[in-house]
């Protein structure tokens, strides 16, 4: 099966995204001199982390080829199921309910694509319609806030004085899912359906089973992201993840992952969050209105995507 994989390779496709990044801190530096301090990089890594764990969940399934639009809405449900759970004052409980609903979800998606063959953009569609009206129908439109204090403590907490503890739990599942996907059997099947399905499962590569373990993983850590998100918050409101399901995909592609599958891999997909997050930060930093930061934000997400994407890999453009 090793032959069906691909090796880590740091080198090619980061260049730009590093560039990028490079040159959003030397623009937003001129233009704002106080975007340049410590507070900013805190302010980064804070703000980047919900988005990095929905986003190594949808490298996985990106990686297989297919695509998941349901990860905004799981992540709002089990925002909204973890900050009703944490009232009664049970954090625990409250993350174990709240990683419940991501993995349910991700069963499901994973079940009607897999097995049922339904395609993963109109099942992860559908599905999101559903997980969306679930969470309103839940809390009956109406925000959900959360003051017990180890719950809050997941996002909110500080170690070392400065460091984020929101930071740490993406950074943790950053490193160990990286490993996953390229020095594991999980992360080699994962390259080598996306790369070539027929021939993996002519390798005996159990693609089916595969599909659903894919989804299920989305599912679970788009809900461990609404999980940090309601506590750094200390608040689950409806529609609160709405943006993760586009950001993560254009995340997720800006680190050098192919659409089409079999090419990139979660230790890139970091610098693609990290694009979105310095532009983000470095507009709030300059004052820039809400509006006019999404007109900003999506020219910079088509043309980032456009320059980092390895052309070479994609035989054809659909």
């Known amino acids: 099966m090793k032959s069906l994989a691909r ?21 937003f530096s001129l233009l704002a001199p106080s975007f340049f301090q410590f507070s900013t990089l805190i302010g980064v890594l804070r703000e980047s982390s919900v988005l990095l764990v929905v986003a190594i969940g949808m490298t996985f ?14 992540v709002t449900l089990s925002g909204l199921v973890a900050a009703t759970i944490a009232q009664s004052g049970n954090w625990v409980l409250a993350i174990l309910g709240g990683l419940a609903v991501g993995i349910v979800v991700g069963v499901v998606n ?19 319609l559903a997980v969306t009206g679930v969470g309103l129908w839940f809390v009956n439109g109406r925000p959900v806030q959360v003051f017990e204090p180890g719950f809050t403590w997941i996002s909110q907490g500080k170690l070392f004085g400065e460091l984020p503890m929101i930071a740490i739990w993406a950074i943790i599942l950053w490193v160990v899912f990286s490993f996953i996907g390229q020095k594991t059997r999980f992360g080699r099947y994962t390259f080598a359906i996306g790369g070539a399905e027929a021939v993996s499962g002519l390798a005996g590569i159990p693609i089916r089973r595969m599909k659903l373990w894919v989804m299920v993983l ?67 930093t300059l004052g820039v209105q809400p509006y006019l930061q999404q007109i900003v934000q999506g020219a910079v997400v088509v043309l980032a995507v456009a320059l980092t994407l390895d052309r070479s890999k994609l035989l054809v453009i659909k």
Not at 10 to 27: D, F, R, S
Not at 110 to 118: I, R, S, T, Y
Not at 254 to 271: K, N, S
């Open 7 to 27: 090796p880590l390779n740091w080198g090619g496709g980061i260049l730009l995204p590093i560039a990028a990044i490079v040159i959003l801190c030397i623009v």
């Open 61 to 74: 399934v990106v990686l297989m080829g297919s695509i998941d639009l349901s990860v905004g809405a799981t």
């Open 110 to 128: 994973g079940v009607l694509f897999a097995f049922v063959k339904v395609p993963s953009f109109l099942t992860t569609l559908g599905i999101s």
């Open 218 to 284: 989305s599912g679970g850590l788009a809900a461990a992201a609404g999980i940090l998100l309601a506590s750094r918050v200390g608040a689950a409101t409806p529609g609160m993840g709405d943006r993760l399901t586009l950001d993560s995909i254009a995340a997720v592609v800006m680190g050098g992952t192919a659409l089409t599958g079999g090419v990139g891999g979660v230790h890139r997909t970091i610098l693609g969050v990290l694009v979105i997050t310095v532009l983000t930060v470095g507009l709030n």
